[in-house]
């Protein structure tokens, strides 16, 4: 007898479908406000940790975007094919932020520069790691249900801005209180270590979980009424 594993019942699907398209706009409206206050205030301070958050922003708005066209199509077969090409752009974005926070930390350390206090880049800093975790837990949670490897990609590049906001966070409070320029740098090539990794997973496809078996013969025709009825009520 043929085991048939088809994950969650089509309204679970729909369910976690519509969960994940208003976490990905959640994220994607956060933080274009992110970038815009960031790349602000790092251009007055004259902060390129500042700057390389707000770019970092912009990368994360990229990828939640790619999630968001991901689960815009109806179809199942169009959701896989789509999932494969959002993976790609994820990917693309995790590496990007790994070589632009790599040349500014290398550019910081060798002395191009220091940066001044800001008082809005704390806050911010501050306010980002308060948000970030529970969107990133509650995507990855979606996601890994819904068995989206596309969704748990972007829930870690939304994890990984936590792990940003905590170096700038401290580098920006260290630097105001000690002047100690060196430390933002250190960390935050530490972060582009673990945005090359999670780009790599992404790259290959290895972000979530194994997907669910194919079925054949009977079962393949079992699955077909299975994503037709998930399709009929995510298009509700």
Known sequence: MTTLSLGPSPRRRAVLARRVRLLVAATITYNVVEAMVAIGA????????????????????????????????????????????????????????????????????????????????????????AVMPFLSYAQRRAGRELGSASAVADSKQTLLCTYLSAVLLIGLAVNSLYGWAWADPIAALAIAAVAVKEGRGAWRGTACCPHPAVPTGEDAAVAARYFGEASRLHGK
């Open 42 to 129: 790092g251009t007055v301070a004259s902060s390129g940790a500042l700057v390389a958050f707000g770019l970092d922003s912009v990368i994360e708005v990229a990828s939640a975007a790619a999630v968001a066209w991901q689960f815009s199509a109806r179809a199942p077969e169009s959701v896989e094919r789509r999932e494969r090409r959002a993976l790609r752009i994820i990917a693309v974005s995790f590496f990007t932020l790994a070589a632009y926070v790599s040349v500014d930390s290398v550019r910081a350390l060798v002395g191009g520069g220091e940066a001044g206090h800001s008082s809005a880049g704390l806050v911010l800093a501050a306010l980002s790691l």
